[in-house]
T-cell receptor, first 117, second 117 residues
C-alpha cells in the first residue's frame, strides 16, 4: 500500500536560516509527489509537484524539492526562511496509475514549522 | 475566480446528532474529493466523485458516513449519529479532468471543523 512518511513532527528555525523538510514515500512505481502548505484556518495550498523529468523542482514562495529515487525521498528545501513561512507542511503522493483520472492523495502526517525572529 | 468553498466553517454537534457538510467546488470542475483531517494528522481520503458518479468510497470509515453529488456540482457529506471520534476537519477538493497522462491539481477548500461533544 502507498504511504508517505514525514519523520519530523515539529521543526524550529531562525529567520534567514535554511530549511529542509523530509519526506519518504512507499510506492510500487514512481508516484506523483507534492508538497502542500496549510496555514491556520486555511485550506491546503500547493507549493510544488513532481511528475517526471528533472528531479529538482521549483515551486512558489522560493521553495524547491528534490526527488531521489534511490532514497524514496522528496525533501522540501528553502535557502532562507521568512517569518511568514511558519505553517504546517504536508508531503503527499498520488495513487492510481499514470494517466488515471482517479487521483486520491496520500498525505504524510505533516511537519509544523516555527520560525524564530 | 472563486475557489472551493465549504459550509459551515465550524460545526458543533452533540453525540448522536446528524450533520451535513457542504462543498461548492470550482465551477466546471469534474472531480471532487472529500478528506478527513484529524487533529495532528494529515488528511485522509474519504471519497471521490466524477461528475455525479461516486467512483470511490473506500475511505468512508463507517456506514454512518454518506456523500452525494446529485447534479455533478455541489456535494454534501452527511454523518449520521455522530460520535466523538468523528471530530475532525473535513476538507473538500476539486479538480478538472485532464487528458490521459496529465494531472490536474486538486484545489482545496478551507474545511469544516466538526466538534462532537
Amino acid at each position: 500500500a502507498q504511504s508517505v512518511t514525514q519523520p519530523d513532527i515539529h521543526i524550529t528555525v531562525s529567520e534567514g536560516a535554511s530549511l529542509e523538510l523530509r519526506c519518504n514515500y512507499s510506492y510500487g512505481a514512481t508516484p506523483y509527489l507534492f508538497w502542500y502548505v496549510q496555514s491556520p484556518g486555511q485550506g491546503l495550498q500547493l507549493l510544488l509537484k513532481y511528475f517526471s523529468g528533472d528531479t529538482l523542482v521549483q515551486g512558489i514562495k522560493g521553495f524547491e524539492a528534490e526527488f531521489k529515487r534511490s532514497q524514496s525521498s522528496f525533501n522540501l528545501r528553502k535557502p532562507s526562511v521568512h517569518w511568514s513561512d511558519a505553517a504546517e507542511y504536508f508531503c503527499a503522493a498520488r495513487g492510481g496509475p499514470r494517466g488515471s483520472t482517479l487521483g486520491r492523495l496520500y498525505f504524510g502526517r505533516g511537519t509544523q514549522l516555527t520560525v524564530w525572529p | 475566480g472563486a475557489g472551493v468553498s465549504q459550509s459551515p466553517r465550524y460545526k458543533v454537534a452533540k453525540r448522536g446528532q446528524d450533520v451535513a457538510l457542504r462543498c461548492d467546488p470550482i465551477s466546471g470542475h469534474v472531480s471532487l474529493f472529500w478528506y478527513q483531517q484529524a487533529l495532528g494528522q494529515g488528511p485522509e481520503f474519504l471519497t471521490y466523485f466524477q461528475n455525479e458518479a461516486q467512483l470511490d468510497k473506500s475511505g468512508l470509515p463507517s456506514d454512518r458516513f454518506f456523500a452525494e453529488r446529485p447534479e455533478g456540482s455541489v456535494s454534501t457529506l452527511k454523518i449520521q449519529r455522530t460520535q466523538q471520534e468523528d471530530s475532525a476537519v473535513y476538507l473538500c477538493a476539486s479538480s478538472s479532468v485532464g487528458r490521459a497522462g496529465s494531472y490536474n491539481e486538486q484545489f482545496f477548500g478551507p474545511g469544516t471543523r466538526l466538534t462532537v461533544l
